[in-house]
């Protein structure tokens, strides 16, 4: 039978730079090494299948801007992202850090919030996927400060989405008003010359 056809486009290449977007997880990938309920190091090997780095345990992400919060160009445009976890030296283990990037997004997740380092609970990663959060993006860089290809998001930049419905609730409210007092103010400019006559001693109204 035959086979359809792609354009096999790289969505993590693309550089955008958004000072404020609203921008949602659409799916992650946890790279825990090879105990998936004990996170430690792992190597990372190239395309040949050799040892190229060790890596910290991480969970990738592919990350959405739903709303760029201007023209739209860049809406539902795609990046990869990965969020490291931290070593503990009290616990010995490798676990979300109060100051990280993985931290942040997690106090802007709506059940964990931003008290949660107060009381730690266990987390779970699946949560992450279809969160939605507001942050901006930047360019990617490598440890030394190097610039590379594609976006990641600005981490201290991360936040909760607001709840604006009540600002909404406030400016129809003030719509309203506004509607309102125009149109008893064209009511009473139409009973002021209600009666009146023009020149020839035809009514205006």
């Known amino acids: 039978m035959p086979l ?15 000072n404020r977007a609203l ?3 659409e799916e992650i990938t946890c790279n825990f090494g090879g105990a998936p ?13 050799e040892f190229a ?21 860049h809406d539902d445009k795609k990046f990869f992202d990965k969020f490291y976890l931290k070593f503990n030296k009290d616990t010995g283990a490798w676990q979300i850090g109060e100051n990280s990037k993985l931290a942040m997004l997690l106090k802007a997740h709506p059940k ?18 279809g969160m939605q959060f507001e942050a ?3 360019q990617r860089e490598d440890k030394a400060g190097k610039k590379l290809d594609g976006t990641r998001i600005a981490w201290k930049t991360i936040g909760q ?34 009666g009146e006559q023009d020149a020839n001693g035809k009514d205006v109204a």
């Open 4 to 18: 359809g056809s792609f354009a096999d486009t790289k969505i993590e290449s693309e550089i955008i730079v958004l």
């Open 23 to 25: 921008l949602a997880i």
């Open 37 to 49: 309920d004990n996170p430690a190091p792992y190597s990372v090997t190239n395309k040949k299948g």
């Open 53 to 73: 780095f060790t890596s910290d345990p991480n969970i990738n992400a592919v990350v959405r801007i739903v709303d760029d919060y201007a023209n739209g160009d």
């Open 112 to 129: 964990y919030g931003p008290k949660h380092f107060e009381n730690p609970k266990p987390v779970d990663e699946k949560d992450f996927e």
């Open 136 to 138: 901006g993006t930047e």
């Open 161 to 194: 989405v607001p709840d604006r419905s009540k600002k909404k609730k406030v400016q129809q409210e003030m719509d309203e008003e506004v509607e309102a007092q125009l149109t008893a103010a064209e009511v009473a400019e139409m009973e002021k010359h209600l």
